[in-house]
């Protein structure tokens, strides 16, 4: 007597919960492996706000300085005695990739402009490392 094989849904479910199961582990498997490839790039913005030193101008004298990154100065110059002491930020030209240095609020200078071609570079603002401070005629201070 031959044998008879039944081939209803039902048979097949258990089948098709485990290949299920199965296809649902690697798809968060691969979505893990995404999100972890996506997080390993770098950050624009997070580069540009990196630095290895803080750079100063003094807006009474025009001295200019720079520290290390774990120390800050105050608004008094250590030039001058003022208290007109300010922070820098500087901005990368899309041109010519200079670095132009400005005071971060307060520049008598206006809008920032690069200083080799003059194109405008108020939308490239970066934090400046030593050694663009140190291109920039910065004078490296301790307290």
């Known amino acids: 007597m031959p044998i008879r094989r039944h081939t209803h849904v039902q048979d097949f479910a258990p089948l098709l919960a485990d290949i299920c199961r199965q296809w649902a582990f690697v798809a968060v498997c691969l979505g893990v492996a995404l999100l972890m490839s996506a997080g390993c790039k770098r950050d624009a913005a997070a580069d540009a706000l990196e630095t290895d030193a803080n750079g100063y101008v003094c807006l009474h004298c025009g001295a200019k300085f720079y520290t290390d990154t774990a120390t800050t100065l105050g608004p008094i110059c250590p030039k001058c005695k003022d208290q007109t002491l300010r922070d820098v ?35 490239a603002m970066i934090k400046p490392h030593a050694k663009d401070l140190i291109a920039w005629g910065a004078v490296k201070v301790s307290p």
């Open 89 to 123: 930020v500087g901005y990368v030209c899309a041109k010519d990739h200079h670095v132009t240095i400005r005071s971060r609020r307060e520049d008598p200078n206006g809008p920032p402009k690069c200083d080799l071609c003059g194109a405008p570079v108020q939308d």
